[in-house]
């Protein structure tokens, strides 16, 4: 393991910055220089280090050195779709996507990286990559994704995407009976694929690691929840779900359980503070206060959630109830990128229209600490990451303060999440492994992965999806188009 | 005056694309070979352009061609309180904004050569600039504008910022009796300067044009509005002004003249087909229907109205109504950057959460559409820009479908418009002449920029607005804060 200094770098202190130096030994953050506020320095104080530099030294000055965001959900392989899908709702996009999924692992591996790439270049240092398994092929999709995250040095939590109903099961029925095709795998052994990928792939400690993430309660029955639960319990394995993400996933717990998704999804068991659920944008308040007991994480996914019609999620009730929301870009197929930058930005902004009360509203800073601790949170090592504090691990992102996109210069975190940086990321660090450089990944060769994807892709319009013209009709009835 | 080829290059045509070649003579658009769609090419048709070379031959090989962009609402001096802006809804946010509005005719200079620099990179081809005038400078401030955009080549429609009642005068009474301070310029000479700007500066052939900009009802008089009808009656000037951006203008409106203000506005005839207006978030079914029948056009500014809070204007119930609506970033005080493409892809899926029928939903095509020929429509010049259509100007715009923001290949335009393109502007021209190449601005020494943009400004924190404190207490009060 490296050792190396970062010297007169600002970081973000209580209000204000200050210029510091940071120490890394061992892939940690060993030490940091008392710091010097940029209030105190404008009033005549000198910037006086007081670390040793250790092991290689980099040049701080004029950059912003923040802890590693986290892509706190996505579909990594969604990127094979982008920029194509209709302007449809979840129900139907789920439809369309599925007609066309990409089923060969070699496109698994170049999504991972790609997904891993723009995570990266925005930002992020963690993924969780609610990864579409290639049916028959799953502990093989598992093992390229890995393998990708693990070339690519990005921090990965791999939550295979398993589900044990068929996907028109998702649907409410209305007044119409509904049957639907039994899914084409059994519980037990979906169950099974999730504990042999956990004994071949959970590697905390190489930053990768296994979650155990049912699809969600539009798909799942009781019995696969709680055979996560119990393999969650078993191998400590934090657990990830979709949540709620539409009005028409509201009117399906009502059919299939009498009460909402989550008094239904705290009575199982499932909510906890190792849970972290993706969208929760249809909950009511007495669903919000069970989050907040039970300790669970709302990633929020603001892009999809407009693409896909789903609604705004609210966000300012969750924070103020005291439940921990981070950020996600979800799959590249609902938003169509995985730009954190992007998701930060809209995903603070977004809610200012559903509070006049300007003191409600998320501020740049707030932003910043859901996307890196309130991430660590959601993945239950807040211990160990999401903030620059002395023990943690080092997943580090220097921001290059003197790009046109960040300047004139104001205030430097005011800028990167509310304005549209580009070309900002200077360095990035994994547990103090340096991933970036000069603004260049430094692990695989970017030039080859775009033309790998370049090679295997051609630029097509519309497509026609089969099961959508199967099921649209009953879609608009039961929602009342 | 050059003329050029684009050779073997992607545009879109009815609902495919097609391989073409584009001849541009003197400025415009002189001839497109036949097309050949991407269906038909994928069929086995072989790519046979029928047009000779004429001048500078381009390679348009994996490339889209799309006219420009208009970012068709800004105000480029903003630029230097990016990031800054504390999270403040609309009236007090412009309180702030005065309190530390930059007072340098250079500082003017510098952050229009800024606006247009990321507006052309990010697509956009013109730019309306309301401009806000350096007191007491104020034909200076229009005359180092124009030169900023002279230099840089971008299309300006430059619309200078006017009122005639002081700020407090744009929050609503409610029931406590207000006087105002009357403002610091007479009607007469406001008009007086508007007047001798458009003798000096209005030169539509040489791409800069004067608007009259009464900045909105809530500080404008009626003799205001009515001497800039005159002027724009008298001279052919296209009219531009904010509508409506924040429910206290809604509000304001029905104090002073008992009506809607776009009731009021069509009264005193301000309303045209030469008329856009910024925002119209707070506009009623009526109101809507008087915007469709006087042709006026809506300027959508999506992140400003997130992040003041203003609300989501009806953009889906104009389409419906048939009202002309385009995009802007809005002031980079309030987005806070100035990317078109940001501002298209938000001001486009927002409106999925507005109405469940996706039937209604803008395509990317559409958003494409709205960007280009409603930008035109909204000043009056459909007839020279805004489609790649021979007898056009060339103003033009270039992308490499090659970056890893754009691939995998899929729909080239769903990708623009629904991801996160960065660094994909190859090239630009306006009225023919290139002024984007390689990615980089050819016109102006774009590095030199961020220096003095550097130079000029220092990182802080939140600053103190007197200005705030005089007028929050009333301003809680009479929105029921």
């Known amino acids: 393991m490296v050792s190396f200094t ?9 209000d204000d910055y200050a210029t510091v130096d940071v120490q890394i030994v061992d892939g940690v953050i060993a030490a940091m220089s008392t710091t010097v506020t940029e209030r105190s320095r404008s009033a005549g104080y000198a910037y006086a280090p007081n670390l040793q530099a250790i092991g290689t030294v980099i040049d701080g000055k004029n950059k912003l050195l923040l802890p590693g965001f986290f892509n706190a959900h996505t579909h990594s392989s969604e990127m094979w779709q982008r920029g194509i899908m209709s302007a449809f709702p979840l129900e139907l996009w789920l439809a369309e996507l599925y007609d066309f999924a990409p089923l060969d692992p070699e496109q698994v591996y170049l999504s991972a990286l790609g997904t891993a790439v723009e ?18 092929l799953e502990l093989e999709t598992i093992a390229i994704a890995t393998r990708a995250y693990r070339e690519v040095g990005i921090r990965a939590f791999i939550a295979p995407l398993i589900q044990d109903e068929s996907l028109s099961a998702g649907i409410p029925s209305g007044e119409s009976a509904q049957t639907h095709e039994p899914y084409f795998r059994t ?13 071949q792939f959970h590697r905390p400690d190489e ?24 393999l969650s319990d078993r191998y400590n394995l934090c657990r990830h779900s979709h949540l709620l993400e539409t009005r028409a ?6 059919e299939k359980y009498g009460c909402t998704a989550v008094e239904h999804l705290k009575r199982i068991g499932f909510l906890s503070n190792k849970t972290s659920l993706a969208h929760c944008v249809w909950l009511n308040d007495a669903d919000i206060a069970i989050l907040a007991e039970t300790q669970s994480t709302v990633v929020h996914n603001p892009l999809s959630n407009l693409r896909l019609g789903s609604g705004i999620a609210p966000i300012l009730k969750y924070r103020q109830a005291g439940v921990n929301v981070t950020f996600g870009c979800d799959g590249a197929s609902s938003n169509d990128s995985q730009d954190l930058l992007e998701a930060i930005k809209i ?12 003191q409600h509203w998320i501020t740049p800073r707030q932003a910043v600490e859901m996307a890196s601790l309130g991430g660590a949170k959601g993945l239950n090592i807040a211990d160990k ?7 943690k691990k080092a997943d580090l992102v220097l921001y290059d303060l003197t790009n046109l996109s960040l300047l004139p210069r104001t205030d430097p975190i005011g800028l990167l999440v509310l304005g549209r940086p580009t070309n900002v990321v200077n360095s990035a660090w994994v547990n103090g492994k340096q991933i970036v450089a000069d603004g260049k990944v430094t692990t695989i060769n970017v030039d080859e992965l775009r033309q790998e994807l370049f090679n295997r892709s051609q630029w097509e319009t519309k497509r026609k999806s089969e099961t959508v013209a199967q099921i649209e009709a009953h879609y608009r009835t039961v929602m009342g188009l």
Do not use: M, W
């Open 6 to 14: 970062i010297q007169n770098v600002l970081i973000a202190a209580s």
């Open 119 to 136: 995570t990266l270049l925005s930002g992020g240092t963690s993924v969780v990559d609610h990864l579409v398994l290639i049916p028959g």
């Open 187 to 199: 519980t037990a052994a979906t169950l099974e694929i999730i504990e042999e990928a956990v004994r």
């Open 207 to 230: 930053g990768i690691n296994i979650l155990v993430a049912p699809t969600g309660i539009q798909l799942c029955t009781d019995a696969l929840f709680q055979g996560c639960i119990e």
């Open 249 to 254: 996933q509201q009117k399906l717990a009502q």
């Open 347 to 358: 995903g603070s902004i977004l809610h200012n229209i559903t509070d006049s009360d300007y």
């Open 385 to 391: 990451l999401g903030s620059l504090t002395v023990g």
